[in-house]
């Protein structure tokens, strides 16, 4: 762990060495503090439904573990996005997990494959960006090439997936073939049935087309965001440009980095918003305003569920360093 994080903050110095190169950071300060305040408190309601979507999508997830309501869900949720921002390695994933395991009274590890049929579904919504703005835009080949590579593994992830929900005694005699303790087998394999229970909403059509439709819903949500922050300084960025820059900002989460995606999201952003044609001293506080607005708004609203549910950072660290996801049930 400690050498990916090495690596992520190595990323992280050189993406920002890269994005800032022959930038004024006082020409670039004072071009922040023009943003436009009722831009910014629009964008602020935009994201909040956005996670709002994100939030009934998990409940239709979760529905075949335990029906939660999406209230209730909300602050676990926000408490695993502020996770993601402070610490390394998507940790607020695991953190999530736990914290659902022990609200909910369920298995952290069903918990963990429903996060995981999450990520997968934003992945397809993503991609589903991509398809499209390559319609209107040509992206350079190798982010065309990163497209491929990420519908490929997309694609072979759900393969995986289907086969886990469908055919859950080939995984189950799969793990048994691998010699192994007899004690670590059925660990593994109580891992295995909990995470399988987690991802069943794959096979349930009425299920995982609406948590589909929400998905799109959300990343557009994150277009709009966008697109609404960036008038906020006045930037003359059409919609349709502003899913073009949502796909290199979702390619630069993708990387190692350090913990809230610092310096990768500023160079991808920079590189998009030059390729549409925008100068980098009018893109890059624009690409700061974005990344600033989404880190603190997560960061707000997951301190104020950390408060709700009677938690703390300590907590979040604790729960980070040692993740319990019942495999020793």
């Known amino acids: 762990m400690r050498k990916r994080l090495f690596l992520g903050v190595l990323v992280a110095a050189v993406s920002l060495y890269f ?4 930038m004024s950071l ?15 408190l629009l964008a602020g ?6 996670f709002c979507i994100r939030t009934l999508r998990w409940r239709y997830l979760l529905e075949p573990i335990k029906k939660i309501s999406a209230g209730e869900l909300f602050p676990v949720l926000m408490i695993g996005f502020l996770a993601n921002n402070i610490l390394p390695l998507r940790m607020g994933e695991f953190v999530r997990a736990d914290l659902t395991g022990r609200k909910f009274k369920i298995s952290r590890s069903a918990s963990l494959g429903t996060i995981f049929l999450e990520r997968l579904l934003d992945m397809l919504a993503f991609l589903t960006t991509f398809a ?18 990420l519908a490929a593994l997309c694609l072979a992830a759900a393969i995986g997936i289907v086969v886990m929900a469908i055919k859950t005694h080939w995984v189950e005699s799969l793990a048994d073939f691998f010699p192994a303790p007899a004690a670590l087998k059925e660990r593994a394999l109580h891992f295995l049935r909990n995470f399988t229970q987690g991802i069943s909403g794959m096979v349930k059509p009425n299920l995982l087309l609406s948590a589909l439709a929400l998905s799109l819903v959300a990343w557009l949500i994150e ?6 922050i960036a008038h906020a300084f006045a930037l003359p960025l059409a919609y349709a440009q502003a899913f073009f820059l949502l796909f290199f900002l979702g390619l630069a989460v993708t ?4 913990p809230g995606y610092v310096g990768t999201m500023e160079l991808f952003g920079v590189t998009a918003l030059h390729s549409l044609g925008f100068p980098k001293d009018t893109g890059l506080p624009v690409i700061l305003a974005i990344h600033g607005f989404e880190f603190l708004f997560v960061c707000i609203v997951g301190i104020w569920a950390l408060w709700k549910e009677g938690l703390s950072f300590q907590t979040l660290f604790r729960q980070s360093q040692n993740p319990k996801l019942d495999i020793n049930q």
Do not use: D, N
Request: charged share 15%; glycine share 6%.
């Open 19 to 22: 994005a800032f190169r022959g």
């Open 255 to 258: 990387l190692p980095q350090a």
């Open 132 to 149: 499209v703005s390559a319609f209107a835009f040509a992206f350079p080949p190798k982010v065309k090439s990163a497209a491929e590579t």
């Open 26 to 40: 006082r020409e670039t300060f004072f071009t922040l503090l023009t943003a436009k305040p009722q831009w910014l």
């Open 45 to 50: 309601l935009i994201y909040f439904c956005g």
């Open 223 to 228: 277009g709009t965001v966008l697109y609404v």
